[in-house]
C-alpha cells in the first residue's frame, strides 16, 4: 500500500503558575503553549522489489549519528507491538532513544488494534526548532529553516521548553496521521486520542506518571491545566505483557462504562493580552529538577498543616493571576486604544497613578499578582530548604522587572536556575533595553557541591495556543532523505 507522505509538529511549554501544586488534582497549572515546535516527517521506507521489510528507520538530522533502526512485531498474546533496536545497523554509538522507542512501540500497537491498517516499512525525520537548544553558533550552521547544530544528540544543552514531550506528542501524531485513515491531527476527536496515547507513552518514557501538562500543552497550546489520576494508567503494563493491546486501545480510546481520563484541560481560558509578550530567558546552568521535586513532596508530607496552608494560598495566588491577565485582555478589547497608550506611556517611563485609568488598574493587579507568587515561591524555598527562587534569580527577575515595559517575571515550572519567564509590552525599545541587560548578565550558581557559572539568553519564542497540527512536507526539504 502506497502511503501519503506526512507531516505534524507539536508546541513547547512553560508552566507560568502552578509549579509543585500542578503535581495534586485538587489545583490546577497556568500552562503556556509556545511556537518553538518539534517537526516530525514520515514517508514510505524505500525497500527494493520483492524485499519484505519491517523496519522504520529514525533520524534526527541536526545532530551527528543520529539515526535509529527499528524492527517490529506483533507479540502473541495481545502483547502489543515489539519494537527492537537493530543495533548492528544505527549510527548513534548503539546509544538507546527512549522517548522514540516508546512512543512507536506504543503508537503502533495501538495502529495494530484498529485492525484496518498494515504497518508498512517508513523512513522518520525529527527536527527541532532552535529555542530547545542552548548553542553557540561555533558548531552550527542553518539550512532552510533548521540549525544544524553539528554536535552529537547527547551533548546538545535543552533550554527546558518540553522537548520530551513534543517529541513523543508530534511522534504519536503523525503515526496515527500516516498509518490510519482518520481526520487531520488537528480534528478534536484525533486530538483527544493522540493525547491519551502521548500521555501514557511519555510516562512509560520518563519511568514515571507525571503531571502530564507538558504533553497537555504540546497537544492543546495553552490551557489551564488539572492532571489526571495517575490510577487511570493502571492498567497499562507496557509492551510484552498480555492484554497490553485490548488495554492501551480502551484506554486511548477511552472505551470504559465510567471515563477514565478525569484530567481537565481548559484551552483557550488563559491568554496573553494582546500587547503584551511571554518572554523566556536561558540561564544556562540547570537545575536538578527530579530532586528539587522529591525534596518538596517530602517536605510537603512532613509538615501537614503549614504545607497545606502554603499550598492553599499559592492555589489562590496562581488563580489571581489567571484573572489578572484575562481582566487586562478584557479592558484591551473594550478599549483597545487605552491600552496601546498605556504601554506607550509606560515604555516610554511616563508615570501613570490615576486609580481610574481601567486599563492602568489591570496593568498594575497583574504586576501585583506576579509579585505576590514570587513571594510564597520564595516562602515554600525557605521552608523547603530548596532553590526555586534562588538569590540568583531573584536578582535577576528584580533586574529586568525595573525596566520600562517589563510587568514582572518569574522562575516557571519547578524553578530552580534553568530559566525565567517575563511578560513584557511588545515594543522594540523595551525588547531592546531588557536584551542589552540579558547580554552582559551572568548567574552565579552554588549549590553546596558544585559552582559555576551561566549566561543569560533571551530565546525567541513566543506563546502559542495551537498545540498540534499538520506540517506542509515543504519545511523538510534539504533534510529528508
Known amino acids: 500500500m502506497d502511503r501519503t507522505a506526512t507531516a505534524a509538529s507539536a508546541s513547547g511549554k512553560v508552566l507560568l503558575a502552578g509549579g509543585y501544586l500542578v503535581l495534586d488534582r485538587q489545583h490546577t497549572g497556568l500552562v503556556f503553549g ?40 506483533v507479540m502473541e498474546q495481545g502483547g502489543g507491538m515489539d519494537v527492537t533496536q537493530l543495533k548492528g545497523s544505527s549510527t548513534s554509538s548503539l546509544s538507546r532513544n527512549l522517548f522514540v522507542e516508546t512512543a512507536l512501540g506504543y503508537a503502533l500497537t495501538f495502529i495494530s488494534a484498529s485492525g484496518s491498517a498494515e504497518i508498512t516499512p517508513s523512513s522518520i525525520t525529527i527536527l527541532a526548532d532552535d529555542d530547545y537548544y542552548s548553542h553557540n553558533g561555533s558548531n552550527s550552521r542553518r539550512r532552510g529553516g533548521f540549525t544544524d547544530f553539528g554536535v552529537p544528540l547527547q551533548d546538545a544543552h535543552k533550554t527546558g521548553l518540553g522537548s520530551s514531550a513534543a517529541l513523543v506528542t508530534a511522534l504519536t501524531a503523525a503515526l496515527l496521521t500516516y498509518y490510519l485513515p482518520t481526520p487531520d491531527s488537528s480534528e478534536p476527536i484525533l486530538r483527544s486520542k493522540v493525547h491519551n496515547l502521548a500521555q501514557a507513552a511519555h510516562c512509560a518514557a520518563q519511568g514515571k506518571i507525571g503531571s502530564g501538562f507538558d504533553v497537555a500543552a504540546a497537544v492543546y497550546g495553552s490551557c489551564t491545566y488539572r492532571r489526571f489520576s495517575p490510577s487511570v494508567l493502571n492498567n497499562v503494563s507496557g509492551p510484552g505483557t498480555p492484554a497490553f493491546t485490548e488495554a492501551l486501545s480502551n484506554l486511548v480510546n477511552d472505551n470504559a462504562s465510567v471515563k477514565m481520563w478525569d484530567t481537565e484541560i481548559l484551552a483557550g481560558t488563559v491568554r496573553i493580552p494582546k500587547g503584551l509578550r511571554l518572554v ?86 497583574l504586576q501585583q499578582s506576579i509579585l505576590d507568587v514570587r513571594s510564597l515561591l520564595r516562602e515554600l524555598s525557605v521552608a ?98
Not at 534569580?393 to 515550572?413: F, K
Open 280 to 365: 523566556m530567558c536561558d540561564v544556562d546552568c540547570g537545575s536538578q529538577t527530579v530532586g528539587m521535586v522529591k525534596n518538596v513532596l517530602s517536605w510537603r508530607k512532613q509538615h501537614g498543616g503549614e504545607a497545606e496552608s502554603l499550598w492553599s494560598r499559592l492555589h489562590l495566588k496562581n488563580q489571581a493571576l489567571g484573572r489578572a491577565l484575562s481582566e487586562l485582555d478584557d479592558v484591551r478589547q473594550d478599549d483597545p486604544h487605552m491600552c496601546r497608550d498605556l504601554f506607550q506611556n509606560l515604555v516610554a517611563g511616563k508615570e501613570l497613578g490615576d486609580d481610574r485609568h481601567k486599563a492602568w488598574h489591570a496593568y498594575t493587579s
Open 34 to 73: 509556545l511556537d518553538a515546535r518539534i517537526h516530525v516527517h514520515i514517508q514510505a521506507l524505500p525497500t527494493s522489489s520483492g524485499v519484505s521489510l519491517s523496519e522504520i528507520i529514525v533520524r534526527s538530522p541536526q545532530f551527528r549519528d543520529a539515526e535509529w533502526r527499528y524492527g517490529y512485531r
Open 384 to 481: 523547603a530548604k530548596v532553590s526555586i527562587e534562588p538569590a540568583a534569580q531573584t536578582r535577576l527577575l528584580d533586574a529586568c522587572s525595573v525596566i520600562p515595559g517589563v510587568v514582572g517575571g518569574v522562575v516557571p515550572g519547578a524553578g530552580g536556575y534553568d530559566a525565567i519567564a517575563l511578560l513584557v509590552i511588545d515594543d522594540e525599545q523595551a525588547l531592546g533595553e531588557l536584551n542589552g541587560l540579558l547580554d552582559n548578565w551572568t548567574v552565579e550558581v552554588d549549590d553546596g557541591n558544585t559552582a559555576k557559572t551561566g549566561r543569560v539568553r533571551m530565546l525567541g519564542v513566543r506563546q502559542d495556543s495551537q498545540g498540534i497540527r499538520a506540517e506542509d512536507i515543504s519545511l523538510f526539504n534539504g533534510w529528508v532523505r
